[in-house]
């Protein structure tokens, strides 16, 4: 408790990049770095590292709003016509997504989380109303998250199938899966960490593993993606952290890295098929397209990582 | 008519890929042109070709169940306490995003049009139910759509900020433009097609020149595009070809390439700093990374394309 | 079975109000009914007869689309400002309901059920597309469904607080309720029927009993409220209906009520609060205000139904 | 101006049921009114006072997330199948409803409107959260709202079929109305205030006089309400006060009567069938049945209000 009370008062972001700043760690993904990102991109394989979204199906169980997806077809090839008459005895199909925004593969905007009335760089926890985020949403993002991806498969370096539930993950193993894996990480790049839950749901119908304490990044491992000057860190979890090990914080990890140092934080990410292949070329760095849906206000995105190696 | 005719009974590329193919002129991108497309990022620039998905605003109308975006926060910073407690004095906000797959900048799946009762490859229309299409769905393109973008400036070829209501872009069209903007656009190449609607939208609250015949892609062009093996086609309007130009006939450009050819059509797609810039630098080509969300079984798919020179 | 396919073969009210008839059973519900509804009301008191319409709570488990209510609040009295200013220090409230409309207290329209591809009366199945019902949809009953209510309270009559999973309440339980009960049912009535299920929810948070086989009536019944020219029936269950009873189909009672007849069945109805009434007064007839809400082309509807001793 | 703030500070019932009371004017409808609203039914004639209910249409224009209905069908009669399997080649029709609480015909509830931070009965506005209201939510009203109800056709007063845009109903335009038409108003009765607008729709599909200022009650008349003990008061056009009539205020009535008083206020309403009957009949007294969806922590309600003469 003394360790996080010591790092919440200590790592911190705020006014670093000006206090309009609404980018938090993605201003380190430079120019430079998104070619170098390119770079990366040798064999031209690309990996949708997103689950599927599917009408009635996925992680959430409904409180507080959080419903699965919802798909709605407005209109079909069997209806007999169609309401907007196309001619050439020609049909259209039409449909309605309904998502929660957090529902499914997604990144927190820095609008997400706030402690103590404050958001990311200072900002008031009531810039967030019904009418959506004026400060930190993720529409502010919509040019950004194309960088270096550096996959840490902890799972993999542990040997395991997926780690033990609320099984936290520390620093000295993001480091030793480092060394492992042959893949430094360092500024402006975006970091998936794989504790192996995704590979437990059984084709995307059993969220069981998800529903309990989870395994994921411990809270000490903020200093370090601090250090490096990580830009965004996402995993294959609900809450990329683990939970359970700070009495009376739910989510220290994210305080820490969301609210005091702009890192946005990826959930419910697919790492099995990356994490396959980079285990049989030993290449654990990639090109990452992750771009956010420009919602207005939003306090997240739904989307489709692209891992390119 | 009688050319149209003519195209329809000859341009075809069911049965290329086997009975079983789904992803139609994908199919043209290959390992090799996604690391070509990489190759393109030289300057390290990233370009949003999304309009923004504002709750209640956007090109739609609402007939025939196309909606604009409806966007519902769950939990806002202003609220005393939240349904999930987080301890330490945090809170979080949260958001539910109601969408019209095809309404905004987005990808009609080869599901979205048909005629005489079949969609791209000879699959039917009523493979696409109340429940979904279980043919030709969006999902099956989840690792898609990245690959060499080539913009085709036409208003900027024509000199004109915009081009006509009901204006056709004919084939000589698009080879002056390539041509005059020096980037050659073939086999797997996603082509960008600018008529310069979008710009007229004052921030994206006037629709007004959606709403009538709409300046875009001649049928016949798509004779060119077949030629050519281009991946995929998308434009800053609202159908990609021009209306009006066959009588009886919506959308026979549709019936060609998506219905035919299997080329999936980018509509609303914001070009307006891309071109900008591609007139500044004279380079016209780019990566794009415009993958679909992997909605199950939808016909299209809300999405963020973003180019990268 | 050939008892179920006797009863399917002769019972039937098709063509009995005409060809283009889409009432059904409420063609029973006259002038003169209403005003003995009206008379029987003499203590004055008034009993809601549905769940709670509670965000993310309810019988529904997702299945086919059917999820539980959604709501959502589109301003608060806790945002800083509102969309819309009011002046004078004033501030508004506002919100957004999504229901499944069979989600719930509800009606199934005429068009909810066919079979062999015809509705009631004789209408095609096609005449419901994903644009609605254009025959048979419940905005046709705008102005019906206040008649007298009768209530038989089954679970009472046998003497348990529920009936068992998957009972089946047979015609001579329906005629054992009416003599002990004293209220003779009859034409233009509307049944009210209990199994004591609704009283197992606690306080309609557990839905465990609405999951498996439920108790309701047997398909045979559809013969006796047939005879009585019963207007419609409502259950405090999911199905009305008994399910399990008959090999290979799902739901007889409502091909033989609800297809055959023209019988609305109400579901989901919450009746303990009136049964306990009635139990207390030995007086099991009220007038009864049930409509539906007129969703144009709507399978089914959400109400509140009131029962007026 | 003057004569407002007398009002304002001077009409309430705040505290006059008691410090928890919820209910406001409602309170008016006792057990015994009930019954003379039941003796009021002769002819057994029963008029739909609600305006349809159908997807893309209706008075709503988007702003401030209030959207016209939205239906959707989840399952048709044109599927080859549907996701629960029925035997006995038998299917269904299923369909989702996204409605607007306040969006087409409606009540208000007593948490739909607050000033100085306080709702009704001195509840404070922060008691409306993301998670709906605790205090004067439209649920609480679940048995409620069926009374005598009387109607005061004022546009037939006038002699006109609609009254001019913004014009003010005054007290003794009631008073007129209530002598010419001869059903005097008093305690626990429910008011229906006809200006003609909803008249002017061309069968519910032009809005446009909804648009600007309304014709309505002015706010004076608040203070003849509250001497007569009205429960509720309705009307046919969208705010059921007159818009304009006092700079820097756009809602006074509503302030005066749901704020202060506690009386529920009922919009869009349909009453032109209902007034021709009247004007017939001479008649324009009724029983009421406008009881309210109970939607939890609601700030109004859809609902299909029935008079039953």
Chains 1, 2, 3, 4 share one sequence.
Not at 45 to 51: D, V, Y
Not at 149 to 159: E, N, P, S
Not at 187 to 212: A, C, H, P
Not at 278 to 298: H, K, N, R, S, W
Request: net charge negative; with cysteine; proline share 5%.
């Amino acid at each position: 408790m003394a360790e996080f009370a010591d790092l919440l008062a200590t790592l911190s972001n705020w006014g670093k990049w000006g206090p309009d700043d609404e980018l938090g760690a993605l201003n380190y993904i430079t120019s430079e770095k998104r070619v170098e990102a390119a770079g990366l991109v040798h064999r031209g394989e690309s990996f949708s590292l997103a689950i599927p979204i599917t009408g009635g199906q996925g992680p959430q169980g409904g409180a507080g709003g959080r419903v699965n997806p919802m798909h709605f077809m407005t209109a079909t090839g069997c209806d007999p016509t169609t309401t907007v008459p196309l001619g050439g005895d020609a049909g259209y199909t039409d449909d309605f997504l309904g998502i929660a925004v957090q529902g499914g593969t997604q990144w927190d905007a820095l609008c997400h989380i706030f402690y103590a009335d404050r958001m990311y760089n200072d900002f008031p926890a009531s810039a967030v109303t019904s009418a959506g985020a004026s400060r930190n949403g993720i529409e502010k993002m919509h040019d950004q998250f194309v960088s270096r991806g550096v996959l840490l498969d902890i799972a993999r370096l542990k040997g395991v199938d997926c780690l033990e539930p609320g099984e936290a993950i520390m620093t000295d193993d993001l480091l030793a899966a480092e060394k492992a894996q042959g893949a430094q990480f360092g500024e402006g790049d975006i970091l998936l960490v794989r504790t192996g839950q995704m590979g437990t749901t059984k084709n995307f119908t059993d969220w069981s593993r998800f529903r309990g304490p989870e395994p994921g990044l411990h809270f000490e491992t903020a200093e370090l993606l601090h250090e490096r000057r990580v830009a965004a860190v996402a995993a294959d979890n609900m809450m990329v952290e683990a939970t359970g090990h700070l009495p009376g914080y739910y989510v220290p990890f994210h305080m820490l890295a969301l609210v005091n140092l702009g890192i946005h934080l990826g959930e419910f990410w697919f790492l099995e098929a990356l994490a396959d292949d980079c285990a049989t070329d030993g290449v654990y760095e990639f090109m990452l397209a992750a771009q956010a849906l420009p919602i207005t206000g939003g306090t997240g995105t739904p989307l489709n990582p692209l891992a390119i190696k």
